[in-house]
């Protein structure tokens, strides 16, 4: 998905965001903006800022969203959309130069400042995504933006370099997720 597709997708959900307080409206919002957000860090490219600009690859986006309280199903969804795309740039075919994260007027991170950064920010862009969503919708509405999700990020991860490996770690967090809360109902 180009660019200009992310953010038409982005306008979308703010659209449904302000249009209707109904909770599957706004489960689409979420839905809209975090197939946005799966490409929306990559603006650094239209930028001055170069690629993998910290600015784009980090939860400053999100930050940004949070001057309008009524778009928290918005922060929801761009939150776990750039999670998955920084969750995929995590495992670049080799961590140097074009792959590597910048600062700006600081330059690269280096190889490991950049897993870091991109493993910390995806982590807790989707944290905070999941924390939002929770709050934002009720319970039912939720489960369902939840499961577009779900199928958006395999979608996405599917199809862009590093998403397997990606995929792979959240299947994993995911198991274990349920695995927990199979142990404390039967406990």
């Known amino acids: 998905m180009g660019l200009l597709a992310s953010l038409l997708w982005l306008v979308a959900a703010i659209v449904l965001a302000d249009r209707s307080q109904r909770p599957f409206v706004q489960a689409a919002a979420v839905v809209a903006a975090g197939i946005a957000g799966t490409t929306l860090p990559d603006l650094d490219l ?12 980090s939860l400053l986006p999100l930050a940004l969203a949070c001057f309008a309280r009524h778009w928290r ?28 994260v910048k600062l700006p007027g600081i330059g690269s991170l280096g190889t490991t400042g950049s897993y870091v950064w991109l493993g910390m920010q995806a982590l807790a862009a989707t944290l905070a995504g ?3 969503l929770a709050a934002a919708l009720p319970v039912r509405a939720a489960l ?3 499961a577009a999700l779900v199928l958006v990020g395999i979608a996405y991860l599917f199809a862009t370099d590093g998403g ?13 997720a349920i695995r927990r809360g199979a142990g404390r109902a039967s406990g």
């Open 46 to 57: 239209l930028l001055p800022i170069g690629h993998r600009s910290a600015l784009t690859h």
């Open 73 to 100: 199903p918005v922060m929801a969804g761009l939150a776990i959309g750039i999670g998955l795309h920084l969750a995929a740039d995590s495992f670049p075919n080799a961590m140097r130069g074009y792959a590597t």
């Open 130 to 132: 999941s924390v939002l």
């Open 144 to 146: 369902l933006a939840a």
């Open 164 to 176: 397997w490996p990606a995929l792979a770690v959240y299947a994993a967090f995911g198991w274990l």
